[in-house]
């Protein structure tokens, strides 16, 4: 069974950094893609930075792009999401995804939460003064 864990949120200050981990379990094949979606109070979920297990290639939203880094550990079936210079409005419930099916651009998969069908449970990352 497909099993996906998040941890590493927490409450920062503006401007500040963390890193958050997602370890996976359970993939019976080798072509999926990770999804790290967000979702704050009273708005819609989105999709913040994804990474493809087949090539390693990476899609970042433009809110995010330049700040926020999603990478891979093979070897610990770990994806990470490094976040720098964090701003109030990254503030939310932060996600990771599974998506096995692969038919979609990584760039408009990652725009597609209701793709992905293996959630974790998520995160909270406050950022606040």
């Known amino acids: 069974q497909l099993q996906l864990v998040e941890s590493g949120g927490g409450l920062v200050q503006p401007g500040g950094s963390l890193r958050l981990s997602c370890a996976t379990s359970?993939?019976?094949?080798?072509?999926?893609?990770i999804g790290w979606f967000r979702q704050a109070p009273g708005k819609e979920r989105e999709g913040v930075s994804c990474i493809s297990s087949s090539d390693g290639s990476t899609y970042d939203a433009d809110s995010v792009k330049g700040r926020f880094t999603i990478s891979r550990d093979r070897y610990k079936n770990t994806v990470y999401l490094q976040m720098n210079s964090l701003k109030s409005e990254d503030t939310g419930i932060y996600y990771c995804a599974a998506d096995l099916a692969g038919q979609l651009r990584l760039s408009t998969l990652c725009q597609l939460w209701t793709e992905f069908g293996s959630w974790g449970q998520g995160t909270q990352v406050t950022v606040s003064s």
């Open positions: 359970g993939f019976t094949s080798d072509y999926y893609t």
